[in-house]
């Protein structure tokens, strides 16, 4: 049996992955991330996947800091030297004595990962690619301190970032790594938060966005399901009443903090799934949660920008008879009647609000018209909530009634409150311009 129909599906979903990625590829250039993982990240089987990713990356022109945490491999010293240390709000107490398995464990992660970056191999995913990685003491640091009676040490807090020395190897096109670690300004080193370093250089840098891989696929809600989007304020009541003794926890108060800092979009992702940092970037849903204070997906008034997304949404439609088909110098003309649901930057669904002229029957009505949703997006509410925004724009426009003449979606609209009318219940002007060749169903609804 042949493979090549196969085959060639293969390469169709491939070309037509490649062209959609084509606007992130253009988007991102040029822009700031700061990508944070643990120890357990580098641990992990897939981490040379992700540093082959991390090699793709810079390789289209993105600015990247690399933060990394040391957790397992400072116990693993610890553990070698017979030490313990203990922990206090999921903060390590650093002894003069325990810094030294701090200061190994950091330092080889660092290593390893300037290795697999120096990578060329032939046949491998890094052939080709010259990458100059970088670090040094680009962060300063304060002790942490006593508090409630507890002497942390030699673990300390950021306290200032060098963005000069960052931003000038950034623009030499280095990759730039940071550890745990941070130094005083009488040459103390210092004990840090991987996720402390991550949100004070991404909040320093002015970040355009800050990834946080861990272990899994995102921010799930108690139904297991994973939450696509999320924005502070609903991080913020996740995390009320819960101490922040686990991996996720850190990574969403570390998402919160850098979005309320300027940090436009923080995303989570995992280190455990192939290609999850690539489908996060270059694809229109993502692999993980997403963090913002800018609405990834809303409903607003159309704008010209927009006809071009609109047509490709109403043109399979049109063709089938359930829309009226409208020219692009039409839908130019009555852009001010049309709303859009923007998804980052596509236009997924779009509907009308056309006021009707007024007559003793109905003397302020309108007609919704062109309600069309995605085909990819019709599992969720969109149309719902496209009808509802424009009865509640109608509403502010004093309309009291609306009507809807469909050929195909009647069940939806009653089931959305719309009532059955007939073509002499319109409006005069509306009624002379009924088709009656189309013979659309008439329904209308008060508001």
């Not at 700031?32 to 641990?43: D, R």
């Not at 100059?132 to 040490?153: E, K, M, Q």
Request: hydrophobic share 40%; with cysteine.
């Amino acid at each position: 049996m042949s493979n090549l129909p196969f085959q060639d599906t293969m390469s169709e979903q491939y070309v037509h992955w490649f062209r959609n990625s084509a606007p992130y590829i253009n988007t991102h250039r040029g822009k700031t991330f700061v990508l944070l993982f643990g120890g357990e990240a580098v641990n992990h089987d897939n981490f040379h996947n992700i540093v082959h990713d991390i090699a793709l990356l810079h390789s289209l022109g993105i600015r990247l800091v690399l933060v990394h945490g040391a957790r397992p491999q400072i116990d693993e010293n610890l553990a070698e030297y017979g030490l313990t240390t203990e922990f206090h709000n999921d903060l390590r107490v650093t002894s003069r004595e325990s810094l030294r398995c701090v200061m190994d464990a950091v330092g080889s992660i660092r290593l390893e990962i300037e290795a697999l970056l120096s990578m060329g191999l032939a046949n491998s995913p890094m052939f080709g690619a010259k990458i100059d990685a970088v670090s040094g003491n680009f962060i300063t640091a304060r002790p942490y301190g006593v508090r409630d009676g507890i002497d942390y040490g030699l673990t300390g807090e950021v306290r200032s970032v060098d963005i000069e020395a960052i931003n000038k190897n950034l623009e030499n096109h280095h990759i730039v790594i940071l550890g745990p670690t941070g130094y005083s300004t009488t040459g103390e080193v210092f004990n840090l938060l991987a996720e402390d370093v991550a949100v004070s250089a991404a909040i320093a840098l002015k970040a355009d966005k800050l990834i946080c891989l861990g272990e899994r696929d995102g921010i799930q809600a108690q139904d297991d399901r994973l939450l696509r989007e999320m924005i502070p304020n609903e991080v913020d009541q996740y995390l009320r009443g819960k101490k922040l003794d686990n991996e996720l926890l850190r990574y969403m108060h570390a998402a919160s903090e850098a979005c309320r800092g300027g940090v436009n979009r923080v995303h989570i992702i995992s280190y455990v799934r192939d290609g999850a940092l690539l489908q996060e970037l270059f694809t229109r849903d993502g692999s993980g949660t997403l963090i913002t204070h800018d609405p990834y997906e809303e409903i607003r008034e159309a704008e010209i920008e927009d006809i071009g997304g609109m047509i490709e949404l109403l043109r399979p439609l049109e063709e089938e008879g359930i829309l009226v088909r409208r020219s692009r110098e039409r839908l130019e003309n009555e852009i001010n009647h049309f709303v859009v649901i923007e998804r980052d930057g596509m236009v997924v669904g779009c509907a009308a609000l056309y006021p009707l002229p007024a007559d003793e029957k109905n003397p302020a009505s309108g007609e919704i018209a062109c309600v069309a949703v995605h085909p990819n997006y019709r599992k969720g509410d969109r149309g719902s909530e496209l009808l509802e925004f424009l009865e509640k724009r109608a509403a502010g426009k004093g309309l009291r009634k609306l009507f809807v003449l469909t050929t195909r979606t009647a069940l939806w609209f009653i089931e959305h409150g719309f009532t059955a009318a007939s073509v002499d219940d319109l409006p005069t002007e509306r009624k002379e311009l009924y088709n009656f060749q189309r013979n659309s169903q008439v329904f209308s609804k008060t508001l």
